[in-house]
């Protein structure tokens, strides 16, 4: 569909008041990361995102989207916080209606695109090395990750977004795993500890760390060490999948 | 407004396709108690809940319907999913044109009780006690509590919508306090234990709950003892409110 066809006939695709946006991470050099999109015609950056098909619950769009963006299928998204601002998606200095008539569709004042929107937001974690060419949209022109700790100027509500999304990230370290599709398939007990280190932002006791860790059950030793190291290398481990993805569903018990 | 009007000019006042509705938890005899609303003309019961107006935002939303429904103002409501089923407000053999002729209202296809809603789910932990005279809707015809477990026939999709608020108040305990609101002013530890083992489902143990609790900050030790009691009668505690908020904002800290 190109930006004609959607302006005038999106709305029998998609439905008017209802988006979705996914703020997608990645982790690499110690650093978290999460992948933006860079607008055309606008001076800003916001998450992937789209309105939701009229055929299609949020999931699917939300997986839709990411496959769209990243070529990635069957990641695990979160849904993690709808967000309902009545302005929400009001550009300032944006006319709606000199925007149609450069692309010869009328906008008046019923237009669907002139709508209220609540957004359902997700979060993905996503192995950072297997995005290689994320995509750019109808609407934008560039799709890259971007340091979480040195984000561009952001359009919409999408730094409210993006700033729950890390919240919301840092209380599931309390009651889900964490580490799959982020860390390589063996790691370390320190690369582990990094990880959630970085997801966190303070450091970690090392021998309560380990214990905590290895008490989830989620951990597997594989019984090797990295190759090239002297005897005293530390252990690799990887993840026990059937009970972090069990964790992941149930949460892990209180104690 | 009465049925007639709403069903007729809702869509002025309403987005025609978003909804919040309230999971509006008490504590009751060691019972968890769920508010629920009986239907007029469907045979079931549903949450609390209605269509977003136009000028407010879904946390609003929600603060009026539970205002509307138990007269109690500034409780801590808390989003926890958004849903989205296709046909989740479908009901099975009802007929929305012959309803229409019922109010002497015409409901085409193209009316806006018949567009696809979504619904923002919140819920809320409320002092039963204080909840005497909970008031149904246009729709309804009874507002009361019910059993947790024993829950009476309920419409749409709203039996997964209670079953996820359950969930989530569990995994909850994990990383935010409760018991405000569901507790007397002062408790003893036992009765605090009571809270966390009826929302959690399964026995918890003494010594660790104790110490858990103890250092999470969150309680203050009132230096007194239940009245009536002998000297070895338990501690009354309360809750430290500051840092109480203060975690339910911010999450406690991972250790």
Chains 1, 2 share one sequence.
């Not at 979160?78 to 010869?104: A, C, N, V």
Request: net charge positive; hydrophobic share 35%.
């Amino acid at each position: 569909m190109n930006i004609e066809e959607f302006v005038r006939d999106g709305h029998l695709t998609y439905m008017p008041s209802v988006a979705v946006d996914c703020a997608i991470f990645g982790f690499h050099d110690n650093t978290l990361k999460i992948l933006l999109l860079k607008w055309k015609n606008l001076k800003g950056w916001s998450l992937p995102g789209g309105y939701m098909k009229r055929t299609e619950e949020a999931d699917e769009a939300a997986g839709r989207l990411l496959r769209e963006r990243t070529g990635l299928e069957k990641i695990f998204l979160q849904q993690y916080h709808t967000f309902t601002g009545i302005d929400r998606t009001k550009i300032p200095g944006m006319d709606m209606q000199e925007f149609g008539h450069s692309i010869g569709v009328e906008i008046g004042p019923e237009h669907w695109l002139r709508q209220r929107v609540v957004c359902v937001g997700y979060y993905a974690l996503v192995e950072y090395s297997r995005v290689r060419n994320p995509q750019a949209d109808t609407f934008t022109e560039v799709c890259e990750w971007c340091n979480i700790d040195e984000l561009p100027h952001l359009l919409f509500d999408h730094k409210e977004m993006i700033e729950m999304a890390v919240k919301t990230l840092r209380l599931q370290l309390n009651f889900q795993p964490v580490g799959l599709n982020l860390l390589p398939h063996k790691f370390t007990m320190s690369e582990l500890q990094k990880l959630y280190e970085t997801l966190l932002g303070y450091p970690l006791d090392r021998g309560n760390f380990r214990k905590k860790m290895l008490g989830t059950g989620i951990l597997r030793k594989t019984g090797e060490r990295p190759t090239g190291k002297a005897h005293k290398a530390p252990h690799l481990y990887s993840f026990n999948k059937q009970e972090y993805v069990r964790s992941l569903k149930s949460g892990m018990r209180f104690s």
